[in-house]
């Protein structure tokens, strides 16, 4: 398992760079080689170009598509991107929906050019980042973290951010399984990574806050050697304070550490 840094920023070119080798021992990765554009993305998932002028396409069915995040992939097979974007999940309020859909287009670096290896317009679906129904924020400062299964899947968490009322925030880390052959990205759930409620907190009387104040780490750990097509557990760790049964705060510990196992019926982690 590795940690994976980046920052896609709004540039017209993705620079996210998240290192993992699907077969074999990947060849460094080329830093000046950036993925396709933005617009090149949502043109390969709506099927039309983008519009300039919002940096946003539309599907055949008129709900405006925004790119979302983006991951370039070394490996021996060659240099691989996956852009991702979302939409109003299909019968939600295109201006402010409580789901979206997750759509992903999926290029590898052949004969010094980006070239289209597969489109999914719908790999899952996800909860919105606050009540304007944005998409969550992806933590680009943090990366994503990854393993490679069997040498043709991967699993990778993406840590989100989302914004409730009077400035809280919660952590989650979205699941997501990639296969090179075929080419297919599939969303495996999310699992929470704790939140800030701080900013809830009255301190003009000099009171301390009592509101916690954590951050969840992601571990993919290694999947059972006797299953060897079993997704592997992950474990999300906490740093930071939580509330105890008492309702005082105290230092998150090791107690407060979960363990997700792929749930086969539900096609998630839990």
Not at 31 to 39: M, Q, T, Y
Not at 102 to 124: H, N, P
Not at 162 to 168: D, K, Q
Request: charged share 25%.
């Amino acid at each position: 398992m590795r940690r994976l840094g980046g920052s896609c920023g709004r540039s017209a070119h993705l620079g996210v760079v998240a290192m993992l080798a699907l077969a074999g021992s990947p060849a460094a990765a080329d830093p000046d080689l950036v993925g396709p554009p933005r617009e090149t993305v949502l043109a390969a998932i709506c099927g039309s170009p983008a519009r300039s002028e919002s940096g946003t396409c539309r599907m055949k069915d008129g709900r405006p598509v925004e790119f979302w995040h983006g991951a370039m992939i070394p490996a021996a097979a060659g240099t691989w991107f996956t852009g991702f974007a979302t939409m109003p999940a299909p019968g939600e309020d295109a201006d402010a929906p409580d789901r979206r859909t997750v759509a992903a287009a999926t290029f590898a670096f052949e004969d010094a050019r980006w070239r289209l290896k597969g489109v999914q317009t719908e790999i899952g679906r996800i909860g919105t980042g606050n009540r304007n129904g944005d998409a969550p924020e992806v933590d680009e400062a943090f990366g994503a973290v990854t393993r490679p299964v069997n040498r043709v899947r991967l699993v990778m968490g993406l840590r989100l951010t989302s914004h409730g009322a009077a400035g809280a925030r919660s952590f989650s880390f979205l699941l997501l399984h990639f296969s090179r052959v075929p080419v297919r990205w599939s969303v495996a759930g999310e699992v929470p990574a704790g939140s800030d409620e701080t900013a809830a907190c009255d301190t003009d009387g000099g009171e301390p806050c009592r509101m916690g104040k954590s951050e969840g780490r992601l571990e993919i750990l290694p999947e059972e050697s006797f299953r060897p097509l079993a997704w592997p557990p992950v474990r999300v760790t906490l740093t930071g304070t939580v509330l105890g049964e008492d309702g005082k705060l105290r230092p998150a510990t090791g107690r407060d550490a979960r363990t997700y196992a792929f749930d086969e019926a539900s096609g998630a982690y839990r």
